[in-house]
């Protein structure tokens, strides 16, 4: 769902669509790797909409409850945040510069997965999948 459309929602429950509100989300749909709270706090203030970090982690608990954004973690001491609405996919971080790229991997873990389940009887109910290694430009 693009952040037009999650707006809208926002508005017909009844809840308040703040600048700083509308612009995560805004955000969010435009970029195609999760973000941390400090992350979107600096692409807020490029956008000239100046929070404080109270303020980020209140519009991100408020959208998390909403069901909209989820966390992500990575391994590492930042948790970031992206879209629910997006289809399931997994990352790759980059262990020196900490670049995230989404990884779309879908129809190749399904396949796995039931593999998986033949092989072991689980019913598989999720997964958690995340690559590291060295991006193009920290290999240099």
Known sequence: MDARILIE???KNGHRVTKARSALLSILDKK??????MELQKLLERKGIIVNK???Y???DF??????IHSVALGDEATR???S???HHHHIQCTSCGNVVDLPLNNELKEIEKQITR?????IEKHALEFFGLCKNCQK
């Open 32 to 37: 195609h790797s999760p973000l941390s709270a």
């Open 85 to 87: 609405s997006r289809d």
């Open 63 to 68: 959208l998390i409850a909403q069901n909209i």
């Open 119 to 123: 092989g072991t009887g689980y019913m």
């Open 9 to 11: 929602v926002l508005q």
């Open 54 to 56: 109270t303020t980020i």
């Open 81 to 83: 945040y992206e879209l």
């Open 58 to 60: 209140r519009e991100i």
